[in-house]
């Protein structure tokens, strides 16, 4: 450490340059980390927000809630930790603001999902007329009374919920017989799904298919080649990370490998040498992270909500934490050279 | 029995035709107080006698014994242990660490050996006996050519060795500096105590030793 600390102090441009490019490392993959779940969240959070853990489909529905209808003998007999749920793609439109492509959702009132739901402001639908939505719409600058049409029938929107989207659509929520009308079948199916809370006791039905919350997540349009092409390159950037940190490490280490000799003539153990080899690998990796952390907050600070992003404490430690394991791979792949580096070379002129 | 001693070592490179026998049974006693000074042309086998001699290479046969320690034939991390303790090298190209200032220098010696080193009040006698006790703060390349070499020199000795081991230490030097490092090595021979072994092809230095080899073709003799 003693070793590392004094270079780094004697060297503060060489040592800020690699810093610098260690934040910009570290910056890029917290922003992408933080887009990624951003965007996954937005596909999921108000399938989240409901707290079930499993979900009845019609079984010719392809695990798609938008496909499913179920009927009144599909759905059964069920308990109070059941809900009944109607999904229709919709847009918004008022007269006053722009058209806003939504996804309906249908409640019945006694169920837990609509007794649960969060709100910003306003209040509970109340009436077949009324809706609940997202704070999307209300960033679009429709508010509390806003007069709405969705295929041609008019709601007023009589309050706002939070992280209420599906599929990065904001959720428009009403009444479940308001689906039946807006779907055409007011005398059809009842609901798109049954979705059940852990310890429901119902029973299955024929024509019906049990699936686990994260299959229907899973099977969201465009979610998983979504998560897949955002995890592959956080794990590209943290490998392409581990070659450029190793590289200027080497290159690093291998200008000292004569001064090194000169230690080894006095009679410093190379463990010694290792030692500051490591430390100032990690001393200069952390310096980095620190920076990109701070760069990372100040991007949280700034940035405007409609960006989707989200910015999770444990899952970035978790990210920078495997930064530094990288760095620290990086920084034993010069070890060997320091091992061997041979004393005497440094005698005879 | 002599502080440092080297005895019947031999030591040859390669094998087959590329076989090359550096040194020819090398027996060399240096005694705390002498300076020794070992000369010879380029290629005679100074350079190899020295690596032996420090610990850095171990002979392809005989043996060095430092204060009665048979160390030829030790692991490496007691070899190690061994230079840092009890030899002192002073290198040609004085190679001091450039982002440590010279107080630093010292420090590292303390990090890895904090016990048997040279009292503060010791070590600036030293750095006052070179003339460099205002320079602690400063770094290598803040330094010029003579007073790195007294800080090698203080950096060397700081360890309290009993065998200062030194390789061409005028090399490039003018005649008047010459002098001057001659006298400092006899000093610290004299006034610490140490057993001073030189290592040159540098003939100025004669008039400073006590005891001078000759090494020609891995022969050495002692001179009269």
């Not at chain 1, 919920?161 to 039946?180: D, R």
Request: proline residues 4%; positive net charge.
């Amino acid at each position: 450490m003693f070793l590392a600390l004094k270079e780094i102090k004697k060297e503060k441009l060489r040592s800020g340059l690699i810093v610098a490019m260690i934040v910009l490392i570290g910056y890029l993959i917290f922003i992408l980390t933080s887009l990624a779940l951003g965007l996954a969240r937005q596909n999921t959070d108000a399938i989240n927000s409901w707290g079930i853990t499993r979900i009845t489909l019609n079984d010719n529905a392809n695990v798609d809630m938008r496909q499913s209808f179920l009927t009144k003998a599909q759905v059964g007999t069920l308990t109070a930790k059941d809900a009944l749920i109607g999904e229709t793609a919709t847009v918004v439109k008022s007269a006053k603001h722009k058209q806003v492509s939504a996804v309906f959702m249908g409640l019945r009132q006694q169920d837990f999902i609509a007794r649960k739901l969060g709100l910003e402001s306003g209040r509970r639908v109340a009436g077949k007329r009324e809706l609940v939505a997202d704070t999307a719409l209300k960033l679009a600058g429709y508010k509390l009374g806003s007069k709405v049409t969705l295929n041609d029938h008019t709601f007023t929107i009589v309050g706002f919920t939070n992280n209420a989207k599906i599929n990065v659509a904001p959720i428009v929520y009403g009444e479940l017989s308001t689906w039946q009308t807006l779907r055409g079948i007011d005398f059809g199916p009842i609901a798109s799904a049954v979705v059940s809370k852990p310890g429901s006791t119902r029973k299955a039905t024929a024509g019906t298919k049990t699936y686990a919350k994260q299959t229907l997540i899973d099977k969201l349009p465009g979610y998983t080649a979504q998560t897949t092409t955002f995890v592959m390159m956080i794990a590209f950037l943290m490998v392409i990370s581990l070659i450029i940190i190793a590289v200027f490490l080497y290159i690093l280490t291998m200008q000292k490998l004569p001064n090194y000799a000169v230690l080894r003539v006095q009679g410093i153990p190379s463990r010694v040498l290792v030692e500051a080899t490591v430390a100032q690998s990690v001393l200069l990796v952390l310096s980095g992270l620190v920076g990109a952390t701070a760069l990372t907050a100040l991007t949280a600070v700034m940035i405007p909500a409609s960006v989707p992003m989200a910015f999770d404490v444990p899952l970035l430690a978790a990210v920078g934490l495997g930064l530094l394991v990288m760095a620290l791979i990086g920084g034993l792949i010069p070890i060997r050279s320091v091992l061997k580096v041979d004393p005497v070379s440094v005698i005879g002129g | 029995m002599s502080s440092f001693a080297v005895q019947h070592v031999n030591q040859v490179f390669g094998t087959g035709t590329a076989r090359v026998q550096v040194l020819h049974d090398v027996n060399f006693e240096a005694e705390p107080g002498t300076l020794s000074l070992i000369m010879g042309p380029s290629g005679s086998g100074k350079s190899t006698f020295l690596t032996i001699a420090g610990g850095l290479l171990t002979p392809t046969s005989g043996t060095v014994t430092v204060n009665g320690v048979r160390y030829t034939d030790r692991a490496k991390k007691a070899k190690d242990a061994l230079r840092l303790s009890e030899i002192g090298f002073i290198l040609q190209a004085y190679h001091l660490l450039p982002y440590l200032t010279v107080a630093d220098q010292f420090k590292l010696v303390d990090k890895v050996k904090p016990k048997g080193n040279l009292t503060p009040a010791a070590l600036q006698n030293v750095l006052a006996t070179l003339g460099i006790q205002d320079l602690l703060h400063k770094y290598p390349a803040e330094l010029s050519g003579g007073q790195q070499q007294r800080v090698a020199i203080a950096r060397a000795l700081y360890p309290d060795p009993a065998i200062i081991l030194a390789d061409e230490p005028t090399a490039a030097l003018d005649g008047s500096r010459v002098k001057v490092v001659g006298a400092l090595l006899r000093d610290l021979a004299i006034r610490h105590h140490k057993a001073v072994v030189v290592v040159t092809h540098d003939s100025r230095l004669v008039d400073s030793a006590d005891v001078l080899y000759q090494m020609q073709d891995g022969v050495l003799t002692k001179q009269n």
